[in-house]
């Protein structure tokens, strides 16, 4: 998983009876966008994760003008 700030990210319920979380990165910790991530929740809530087999990254960075992605 490769993610920038600003980008949106999922993450499934681990058990029954809990929702879906949903944030925006704010900080990236790891290597070349890798985990772990600071995310802000949309509850208000910050905290650091490392994004389990339910999660689901929404990029919504661009490209800077002229710079091809291939």
Do not use: F
Request: glycine content about 18%.
């Amino acid at each position: 998983m490769e993610a920038r700030v600003g980008d949106r990210i999922t993450m499934a319920a681990e058990h029954v009876g809990q929702s879906t979380r949903e944030g925006t990165i704010r900080e990236v910790k790891g290597e070349d966008g890798g985990p772990p991530y600071v995310v802000e929740w949309s509850d208000g809530h910050t905290g650091l994760i490392h994004p389990g087999p339910g999660s689901v990254l929404r990029c919504e960075h661009q490209e800077p003008a002229g710079e091809a992605t291939g």
